[in-house]
């Protein structure tokens, strides 16, 4: 597996911890570098995943698999609140799907 293979959740070091951002891998327990650029914080996480890499091969023989993700899922909701939905969704001259998605990411920024 490659560096690329694996996502990394980048987020900023509060000031009166440093500053700064960290990058970690959802994949890879523990894995995570810092710098004082988001740029800088890439590069050094290259040098954490080798290291994680070369760690783990000694210690298990093996490395996690990446999570994937086929950008569906289902939920299931009260018909009201479908209906409610899909109406919003034809007043805003969008499908329903684009509406919740809009909706999911709203309230993703707001967290």
Same mark, same amino acid.
Request: aromatic fraction near 8%; charged fraction near 25%; hydrophobic fraction near 35%.
């Given at each position: 597996?490659?560096? =690329? ?6 987020? #900023?070091? *509060?000031?009166?911890?440093? $500053? ?5 891998? /959802? ?28 760690? =783990? ?6 490395? #996690?698999? *990446?999570?994937?993700?086929? $950008? ?5 909701? /009260? ?33």
């Amino acid at each position: 597996m490659k560096f =690329e293979d694996y996502p990394i959740n980048v987020s #900023p070091i *509060p000031a009166d911890e440093g $500053g700064g951002y960290m990058v970690s891998f /959802p994949d890879l327990p523990g894995c995570i570098a810092d710098g004082n650029t988001i740029e800088e914080a890439v590069i050094e996480a290259h040098d954490a995943f080798d290291a994680w890499v070369m760690a =783990e091969q000694e210690d298990k023989g093996k490395l #996690p698999v *990446p999570k994937t993700y086929s $950008g569906q899922f289902v939920q299931r909701i /009260p018909k009201s609140l479908h209906q409610q939905l899909d109406r919003r969704a034809e007043i805003e001259g969008v499908s329903l799907n684009q509406l919740a998605t809009s909706f999911l990411a709203q309230g993703l920024s707001r967290h």
